[in-house]
């Protein structure tokens, strides 16, 4: 291939297993025979994944290294290597060989044929059924919400060519959504099926929490449908309203009513009281998000560097 690689992968905390996604990285190169860039992002590891990181870039001379000040999330992590790769074809995987590098150069094929954007769609997932479950839910949510087409399945495993990553990274998000930044930039883009392994070694850094943020800024970069249920949900409760309030005047007017209404009245103070806070929390999610883009802080800060 005379097209110059470039793999990024994000780390953390994967100082145990990390010889065997180099191992497997390197074989594959060999065998197609790339003109390799890697590039390692250290995510704010708690072990000593960038110590790793350094000693491997004695052996393997295409490692470039980049350690984060802290843990700004995987999002900001793969960002962060896009801003630094120089390859024409860019590939991105995860540290821990669910997406292995041998199923990369099928994927290039796309490109060779003409696609922009090759990313993977999982057929299966080794994981617990409740982590499925919550998946799956996620990314039909998500496409039913989202004013955009974000294929379903689809993480950010992907191959990309480099017009497709120079034109994500005009998009200065503070809180990236890149599957979604990926579909929103266009061009010719193909899923290619594919079955995900199960987790080579260690635990995920993926922890409820992270899972969540992502799944918000999925819906709230890409999406307006929450603030307009928000209307929605205001002209039902007002034709509620006033239908209940007609329903009042005229039993008032018929002297039908004694003081036996202390419990509906309860119940439409606090159905009422939990909806208005729900919609000031969606609001929210609206404000804290502009007010991050207004602030224009920089979204990651680099410690140290190997090779750039």
Known sequence: MSNKISILVPIYNSAAFMNKLLEAIDAQRKLSAWDLELVLVDDGSKDKSFERIEEFSKTYNYIKGIKLSKNFGHQIAVKTALSHCTGDYIAII??????????????????????????????????????????????????????????????????????????????????????GIRAWVGFKQIGVEYERHARLDGQSGYTLKKLMKIALDGIFSFSTAPIRLITMLGTV???????YSLNVVYHRLNGDIDVKGFATLTIIISFFSSLILICLGIIGEYIVRIYDEVRNRPYTVIERTINL
């Open 94 to 179: 995860d540290d821990d060989l669910q997406d292995p590098p041998s199923l990369l150069p099928e994927f290039f094929k796309y490109l060779d044929e003409g696609y922009e954007v090759a990313y993977g769609v999982r057929k299966k997932r080794k994981e617990s059924f409740v982590k499925r479950f919550f998946y799956v839910s996620f990314y039909r949510i998500l496409k039913a919400m989202s004013d955009i087409y974000i294929p379903i399945d689809s993480g950010d495993f992907c191959v990309m060519k480099k017009q497709v990553v120079q034109n994500m990274l005009k998009l200065q998000e503070q809180n990236p959504f890149l599957r």
């Open 237 to 243: 409760g007002f034709i509620f309203a006033c239908v």
